[in-house]
T-cell receptor, first 113, second 111 residues
């Protein structure tokens, strides 16, 4: 089983719709979870972090965490063409250094005007 | 505030040659990371520094890769000799806490 799994997509949604991105992880000891956005040819940019079960909202973004199911998701409301990018899920590796993140392969999101 | 700086931005070499990448982190950030991102995959941690000490280098191929961070600021990552499978983007990141800030990366092509 891969440590962090994401559907590679592409996920295509119309402008204004809700985009739902999902991520599962294998390390039950992980405590910190992150979503990064990466535009083509650019470096990853942090958009959300979540550390406890439940929802965390920031503008049009909502991160959801369920540690029992080892599942993290990212919802993007009112999707815009500028949201088209690859979204990387990252999970801290328990037992490792604090900054040791395991990244998934990413889900490519395409928002159609 | 200036971001993480990296150079060069692009590098093309032949296999068995050597190459070095440079990173200047955000001022005051004690933690510095080097990641390798192969096309179509997520970044993979190669090495993590806390000031000028190595915290984690468990995934660094030490037979060919080396890294140093002198004086706890700038860092260099070297590959010698390079292999075809080293073709990737090498990302440097720095942080004060769990939030990492990535540099623009160096795209390495090994022919």
């Amino acid at each position: 089983q891969k440590e962090v799994e994401q559907n590679s997509g592409p996920l295509s949604v119309p402008e204004g719709a809700i985009a739902s991105l999902n991520c599962t992880y294998s390390d039950r000891g992980s405590q910190s979870f992150f979503w990064y956005r990466q535009y083509s040819g650019k470096s990853p940019e942090l958009i959300m972090s979540i550390y406890s079960n439940g929802d965390k909202e920031d503008g049009r973004f909502t991160a959801q965490l369920n540690k029992a199911s080892q599942y993290v998701s990212l919802l993007i409301r009112d999707s815009q063409p500028s949201d088209s990018a690859t979204y990387l899920c990252a999970v801290n590796k328990s037992g490792g250094s604090q900054g040791n993140l395991i990244f998934g392969k990413g889900t490519k999101l395409s928002v159609k005007p | 505030e200036a971001g993480v700086a990296q150079s060069p931005r692009y590098k093309i070499i032949e296999k068995r040659q050597s190459v070095a990448f440079w990173c200047n982190p955000i001022s005051g950030h004690a933690t510095l990371y080097w990641y390798q991102q192969i096309l179509g995959q997520g970044p993979k941690l190669l090495i993590q520094f806390q000031n000028n000490g190595v915290v984690d280098d468990s995934q660094l191929p030490k037979d060919r890769f080396s890294a140093e961070r002198l004086k706890g600021v700038d860092s260099t990552l070297k590959i010698q000799p390079a292999k075809l499978e080293d073709s990737a983007v090498y990302l440097c990141a720095s942080s004060l806490s769990l939030v990492k800030y990535f540099g623009p990366g160096t795209r390495l092509t090994v022919l």
